[in-house]
């Protein structure tokens, strides 16, 4: 009888330790939620970098709530919005947008941000110096705009009339236009911006930049990388070239582009939010991280006009 009790109690044990230990298994997994502005490469790159890079780190320790706002800053709030009734450990904000409504919904919940240009910009911080402080950080896509000047004379030499599409609703969009055509006009060009309000008349709008530019540029910009085939289908017509501020575009209507790896600053952003999960940073402390940049070209888009890459290009694969 006595062995018999014995072995009820270790068993009784036994399962008792099992179920603490399967609690704090549960209790060590984290919530992170991910709110993407849009689906289009650039972002989604960036969030598969994110993932990818988290699982890495933690690996069975992290669950992702991954929401697609669909470009509607409406939807961005209601995705934020749960997240934060939900307690998450951790938001990540893919595109500015969706940093923006997170940064406003809580305080207290970690925010990481990636495809972001400029937080400056974003967060309404003047004299930025990288350093965003409280719950907010992240990393920037933000590749050199004086190269970027520099590299439309490198193709097309004697251009003088430079053409500026953007959405006018996007603050980062906004913010490259202003620098790079402070450096174009510093190398000799014209510059005019055509400034679209949505995906609705840019076909219109890339109409007349076409036929008023020798060159057209187009910024690291949401709306763009989602309806680059708008700008393909216009430019191709009338054959004018299309330099733009990231590979995605490129890849989709573009000449070539200084641009940095979405998927790499997806992974940066991952190793933060590891550290970050653990205990290891406060994000307060952490300052914004850049990538380096790669000048990369579109093979196809070359062709059709007749245009041989300078040195230093990386084809962008088909």
Not at 67 to 93: K, M, R, W
Request: aromatic share 6%; glycine share 8%.
């Amino acid at each position: 009888m006595k062995k018999k009790l014995y072995l009820f109690a270790a068993v009784a044990l036994m399962l008792t330790l099992a179920a603490c230990g399967a609690a704090e298994e549960k209790e060590s997994v984290y919530a992170v939620g991910i709110c993407q502005l849009a689906q289009h490469e650039a972002l989604d790159l960036a969030t598969e970098g994110f993932v990818d890079a988290l699982n890495e780190a933690l690996p069975g320790q992290v669950s992702f709530d991954l929401e697609n706002a669909s470009n509607e800053l409406a939807a961005c709030s209601g995705i934020v919005n749960q997240f934060v009734a939900a307690e998450v450990d951790l938001i990540l904000a893919n595109a500015t947008p969706a940093l923006q409504v997170a940064s406003a919904a809580t305080v207290d919940i970690p925010i990481l941000s990636t495809s972001v240009t400029e937080y400056g910009v974003a967060m309404g911080i003047e004299d930025f110096d990288g350093l965003v402080g409280g719950n907010v950080s992240g990393t920037s896509d933000l590749a050199p705009l004086d190269q970027q000047a520099a590299m439309i004379l490198e193709w097309f030499p004697q251009a003088k009339k430079i053409g500026l599409l953007y959405c006018s609703s996007e603050a980062n969009s906004r913010y490259q236009v202003d620098h790079i055509r402070e450096e174009l006009e510093k190398l000799g060009c014209t510059c005019t911006e055509y400034p679209f309000t949505d995906s609705n008349d840019l076909s219109a709008v890339t109409e007349g930049a076409a036929a008023n530019s020798d060159v057209i540029y187009v910024p690291t910009d949401n709306t763009i990388a989602s309806n680059a085939a708008i700008i393909d289908n216009v430019c191709f017509v009338a054959g004018v070239p299309v330099m733009g501020g990231d590979r995605g575009i490129c890849a989709s209507c573009g000449v070539a582009a200084l641009s940095i790896s979405y998927y790499d600053l997806g992974v940066a952003t991952g190793k933060m939010a590891a550290r970050i999960l653990t205990g290891e940073a406060e994000i307060s402390a952490l300052p914004v991280e850049y990538a380096e940049a790669e000048k990369v070209y579109n093979p196809a888009i070359c062709e059709r006009l007749g245009l041989t890459a300078p040195q230093g290009y990386t084809a962008l694969s088909e």
